[in-house]
C-alpha cells in the first residue's frame, strides 16, 4: 500500500493571534484525498496547528499560497533529498510554474481534482511527469472531500464550498485567474449533504463570493438557506460575501434565520479613485449611490456581524485616506475591521503592472514570498512614502483596537443584533485580530507619540 504525505505549510508570521478560535480546515488537501485511489494510505500535515516532523512516505504532494511558498519549497526539498517524489500545487504554483519546478519533481497547475489521479498513476508506473494541467472541473462531479484525513478534533470551525470563480478579476486578487471567470455553482443537493456530515457546528462558507453574482445566484442561495431551515439543520455560518448581499432584505432575513452570523465583505476602500482602480466597480456604484451604510444597517439588523476589509496602499491613496477610513467605519458601526496593505501577488494585474515598471522592491525570490503576507509594503506608492504608510495604519488600527473602542463596539453589536451568539463572535474576532496587531512588527516599530500629532488633525470631522 503506497504511503501518501499531504501537507499544508504556514508562514512563520501569522495572520491572528488567537489560532484556536479561529482556525479552519483546508478543504484542497481533502479534495486530493477524495480522489486519490483506494488502496492509498493517506496522511496529513497541516503546519497551521501543527509543527513539521518528518514522516515517511512514498510520495508528497504540497500546497502552497504565495506567503507560504518559501517554507513549501523547504519541505519539499526534505524529501526530495531522501530520493521521495514531490509534487506541488495550489494558486502560487500555478502563477509560478517555472519557479516551483526548481524545488519539487512536479507540479499541478489549475484545478487538481481531475488531473490528480493521472499524477498517482504516472508515478506508480515510473513515468511521473514534471508538470500537469488540471481544468476548471464541472462541479456537479466534484466529490464529497473525506475530512476523515483531518485532525476534526482541532478545528472549531468546519469549512465547505458551494461555488468557485469570479467574473469580477479584481486587480489584486489571483482567484480569476486560478478558477476562471465562470462562477460555477456545486448542486444544492449535493451541498445539504455534505453539510450535515461536518462534525463542526460552526461552518466557514469559503466560496470567495456566496451571493454570486446573477439573480440565478441569489435564488440558488435562497433556496440553500430555505433548505437548512426545512431540514432542521443547526449550524452558525460564517460566509465571505460582497455587499450585493445586502440588497435584499428577504435574503438577508432568510441567512439569519438559518444560521449565517457573520459576513466577511470586501469594502477594499472609500476612495471611488482606488476603487476604480481596483476594478471594484460593485462597490463604486453603491457608494456613489448613498446605499452601502444602508446595507450595513440591513445585515446588522438582522442579526449577522459585518467584517469589513479594507486594503490601503494604493497609488490613488495619500495620508487623508487613513482618517476617511476611521470615519466611515464608524459611522457605518462595522462590527470587525480586516485592514491589509495592498499586495502584488503572482497572478495579477497588480503584480504584472509593478513587475512592468519594476516597482517590485525585493526580488530575491524565493526567500521574498515569506513577506506577501498583506502586512508589508512591497512597493513605493505613489502619493505616499512607506512610512506614511505604516504609520496611518498603526494609527488607524490603534484607534479601532483601543479597549474603550471594542468595548464600545461589542455594546453596539449586541444591541444592534439582538443576538448575544453575534456579540460573543465579535468579541473574539476582534480580540484576535488586536492581540495580532499589538504583537506584530508594525505596532512595535510606529506606534509612537507623533502618531497623535501627524494624523489627529485629520480625524476632527470622525463621526463617533
Not at 505549510?9 to 489560532?19: A, E, K
Not at 489584486?172 to 462562477?183: I, K, L, M, P
Not at 449611490?289 to 486594503?311: E, H, P, T
Amino acid at each position: 500500500m503506497p504511503r501518501l504525505l499531504l501537507i499544508n505549510p504556514t508562514n512563520i508570521h501569522r495572520g491572528l493571534g488567537n489560532i484556536g478560535s479561529t482556525a479552519w480546515p483546508p478543504l484542497n488537501l481533502p479534495y486530493l484525498a477524495a480522489v486519490t485511489p483506494k488502496h492509498y494510505q493517506i496522511s496529513v500535515i497541516d503546519e497551521n496547528i501543527e509543527p513539521f516532523e518528518f514522516q515517511k512516505a512514498d510520495i508528497v504532494g504540497i500546497t502552497a499560497y504565495t506567503a507560504t511558498v518559501t517554507r513549501a519549497y523547504e519541505i519539499a526539498q526534505i524529501y526530495r533529498k531522501k530520493g521521495i517524489p514531490t509534487v506541488m500545487g495550489g494558486i502560487h504554483v500555478s502563477m509560478m510554474p517555472d519557479e516551483a519546478l526548481q524545488y519539487c519533481d512536479a507540479i499541478v497547475i489549475g484545478e487538481a481534482e481531475e488531473v490528480w489521479p493521472k499524477v498517482l498513476d504516472d508515478f506508480e508506473s515510473g513515468n511521473l511527469k514534471d508538470r500537469y494541467q488540471g481544468p476548471l472541473i464541472n462541479l456537479e462531479n466534484v466529490p464529497i472531500p473525506r475530512r476523515d484525513i483531518l485532525k476534526n478534533s482541532y478545528y472549531r470551525w468546519g469549512s465547505i464550498q458551494t461555488s468557485r470563480g469570479c467574473p469580477m478579476n479584481c486587480s489584486f486578487c489571483s482567484v480569476t485567474a486560478f478558477n476562471g471567470r465562470r462562477f460555477r455553482r456545486r448542486p444544492l443537493e449535493s451541498v445539504i449533504e455534505e453539510l450535515e456530515q461536518i462534525p463542526q457546528k460552526r461552518i466557514l462558507l469559503s466560496d470567495d463570493n456566496i451571493i454570486g453574482y446573477s439573480q440565478q445566484d441569489s435564488e440558488w442561495l435562497h433556496s440553500f438557506f430555505s433548505k437548512i431551515l426545512e431540514k432542521n439543520i443547526k449550524k452558525t455560518f460564517f460566509a465571505q460575501t460582497s455587499i450585493l448581499f445586502g440588497e435584499s432584505p428577504e435574503l438577508v432575513r432568510l441567512a439569519a434565520r438559518a444560521g449565517l452570523k457573520i459576513v466577511f465583505v470586501g469594502m477594499e476602500s472609500v476612495n471611488p479613485a482606488t476603487l476604480q482602480a481596483y476594478g471594484k466597480t460593485i462597490n463604486i456604484e453603491r457608494l456613489r449611490q448613498n446605499l452601502i451604510k444602508d446595507y450595513i444597517k440591513r445585515i446588522r439588523s438582522a442579526g449577522i456581524v459585518f467584517l469589513g476589509a479594507f486594503i490601503i496602499g494604493s497609488d490613488e491613496d495619500d495620508v487623508s485616506v487613513f482618517s476617511s477610513t476611521l470615519e466611515f467605519i464608524k459611522s457605518s458601526h462595522i462590527d470587525v475591521l480586516q485592514v491589509t496593505k495592498l499586495t502584488p501577488l503572482p497572478g495579477t494585474q497588480l503584480w504584472k503592472t509593478l513587475h512592468e515598471n519594476n516597482r517590485i522592491l525585493d526580488q530575491n525570490f524565493p526567500e521574498a514570498w515569506k513577506n506577501y503576507r498583506f502586512s508589508r509594503m512591497l512597493y513605493q506608492p505613489a502619493r505616499m512614502s512607506i512610512e506614511e504608510v505604516y504609520e496611518g495604519y498603526t494609527y488607524l488600527k490603534k484607534i479601532y483596537y483601543s479597549m474603550w473602542e471594542t468595548i464600545k463596539r461589542t455594546f453596539s453589536t449586541l444591541i444592534t443584533t439582538k443576538s448575544l451568539i453575534a456579540a460573543i463572535i465579535s468579541f473574539r474576532l476582534n480580540a484576535s485580530y488586536r492581540m495580532a496587531f499589538r504583537d506584530s512588527e508594525n505596532y512595535r516599530i510606529y506606534n509612537h507619540p507623533n502618531l497623535d500629532k501627524k494624523f489627529a488633525p485629520m480625524l476632527k470631522n470622525v463621526t463617533h
